[in-house]
């Protein structure tokens, strides 16, 4: 990407903190004008279209372009996990955890954790749990390690509140 075109990009980020969702998305437009493989581009686009414009379907296309054109480049997989968690589509994510899981520059607990987030809404807690646990032994941080502490006995309390309400769970 030339001078030109990244300082454009820049903009249009620093146009997104500012809430300017309208001139930031003409920018990522002229940049994929010139440079349709801009990585970073497509996985803002994605960002715009699923939190702004709700169009899905679009944000999931621009997530699986980013990844098609720059495959180490982490954030289209964090972004298209999110969007895929919440249509639900598990099976997808599942396979899109794994392939994220050979991307050294990413951040391998938020995979364990978004792993777990998948398992829990499905109810399946001793494997959110695991998750959970993995997403703990892979952390630096320790507000997230606090925090995955904190779903794991999520977890477990939804366990014992599986067990009274069995019969409704099925």
């Not at 952390?139 to 999520?154: I, S």
Request: aromatic share 12%; charged share 30%.
């Amino acid at each position: 990407m030339n001078t030109s075109l990244e300082e454009l990009y820049l903009d249009a980020e620093n146009d997104i903190k500012a809430n300017n969702y309208l001139e930031a998305f003409r920018k990522y437009e002229a940049i994929l004008l010139e440079e349709p493989g801009h990585a970073a581009t497509h996985n803002s686009m994605g960002w715009i279209y699923k939190t702004q414009l709700e169009d899905y379907k679009k944000a999931e296309g621009h997530y699986k372009a980013a990844i098609k054109y720059e495959p180490l480049y982490p954030h289209a997989y964090l972004n298209y996990a999110v969007l895929l968690t919440d249509m639900e589509r598990y099976e997808e994510l599942e396979a899109l955890l794994q392939q994220a899981l050979e991307v050294p520059t990413i951040e391998k607990s938020w995979l364990y954790q978004r792993r777990g987030i998948m398992h829990e809404l499905q109810l399946h807690l001793d494997v959110a749990i695991e998750s959970y646990e993995k997403a703990a032994l892979l952390t630096l941080n320790d507000d997230k390690l606090k925090n995955y502490r904190d779903d794991v006995e999520r977890c477990k309390e939804k366990i014992t509140l599986a067990k009274k309400y069995g019969k409704w769970l099925q």
